[in-house]
Nanobody, 117 residues
Framework: QVQLVESGGGLVQPGGSLRLSCAASGSRFNIYNMAWYRQALGKQRELVATIAPGGDTNYAQSVKGRFTISRDNAKNAVYLQINSLKPEDTAVYYC???????????WGQGTQVTVSS
């Protein structure tokens, strides 16, 4: 099992930046595919970005060029750098770990990002 705790959310003006962090504990971090999802009020949760244990990344089309996912396997952490924030980026951002051995997902509690002037 793995436990995930997100941090770094907050209120930011349009055009600003944030760096979200997800700290993992409880299991070997380098066997997990990691991802960031987000869920806006009244909408379904959507995949934002993924990163494999070796560092391969994928992004939703809506965030390409503005969001960067990264991981530090030594620190058991995954990050999401968000630049050029837009009001439509307002959502709760969730960290997800997916075991490459069992395919079981684990979720964090989420961190709120609000983009508003």
């Amino acid at each position: 099992q793995v436990q995930l705790v997100e941090s770094g959310g907050g209120l930011v003006q349009p055009g600003g930046s944030l760096r979200l962090s997800c700290a993992a504990s409880g299991s070997r971090f380098n066997i997990y595919n990691m991802a960031w999802y987000r869920q806006a009020l009244g909408k379904q949760r959507e995949l934002v970005a993924t990163i494999a244990p070796g560092g391969d990344t994928n992004y939703a089309q809506s965030v390409k060029g503005r969001f960067t996912i990264s991981r530090d396997n030594a620190k058991n952490a995954v990050y999401l750098q968000i630049n050029s924030l837009k009001p439509e980026d307002t959502a709760v951002y969730y960290c997800r770990a997916l075991s490459t051995r069992t395919n079981r997902p684990y979720w964090g509690q989420g961190t709120q990002v609000t983009v508003s002037s």
